[in-house]
Nanobody
Framework: VQLVESGGGLVQAGDSLRLSCAAS????????VAWFRQSPGKEREFVAA????????KYAGSLKGRITISRDNPKNTVYLQLDSLQPEDTALYYC?????????????????WGQGTLVTVSS
C-alpha cells in the first residue's frame, strides 16, 4: 500500500489545518489507518487512529479536543483535522496503515507508511 500525505504548511498559532492521506496502488478497504508525528530530536508519537470502516477512533490524550480523524472510504482517503495549532505541534506528520480493521496506537503495529507532510506553526 502506498500512502501519500498532503495538507501541511506554515501556519500561525491558533490556525487550523486539514491533512489528507490518500492511498494508491491498492485500497485501504478493511484496514485501520493512523497518524503519527515526529519533531526534530524526538521520537515518533501517536496522534490518532481510525478503524475500518470508521466506527472507532483513538486519540493521543494530550491532543484530544484539538484533533479529529475521519475517513472517506469511497475516496480511499483519511483526514486529520488539526485545530488551535501551537508551536509545539510543529512536526512531520505521517499516516500509516496496518493489515487489520482494528486500531493500534504504537508505530510497530503499522506496516505501511507515507513520506510525511510537514506542519510548521509559528508563534
Amino acid at each position: 500500500v502506498q500512502l501519500v500525505e498532503s495538507g501541511g504548511g506554515l501556519v500561525q498559532a491558533g490556525d487550523s489545518l486539514r491533512l489528507s492521506c490518500a492511498a494508491s496502488t491498492r485500497s485501504v478497504s478493511g484496514l485501520a489507518v493512523a497518524w503519527f508525528r515526529q519533531s526534530p530530536g524526538k521520537e515518533r508519537e501517536f496522534v490518532a487512529a481510525i478503524s475500518w470502516p470508521g466506527m472507532r477512533t483513538k486519540y493521543a490524550g494530550s491532543l484530544k479536543g484539538r484533533i479529529t480523524i475521519s475517513r472517506d472510504n469511497p475516496k480511499n482517503t483519511v483526514y486529520l483535522q488539526l485545530d488551535s495549532l501551537q508551536p509545539e505541534d510543529t512536526a512531520l506528520y505521517y499516516c500509516a496503515t496496518r493489515p487489520y480493521a482494528s486500531v493500534g496506537t504504537t508505530a510497530t503495529e503499522y506496516a505501511y507508511w507515507g513520506q510525511g507532510t510537514l506542519v510548521t506553526v509559528s508563534s
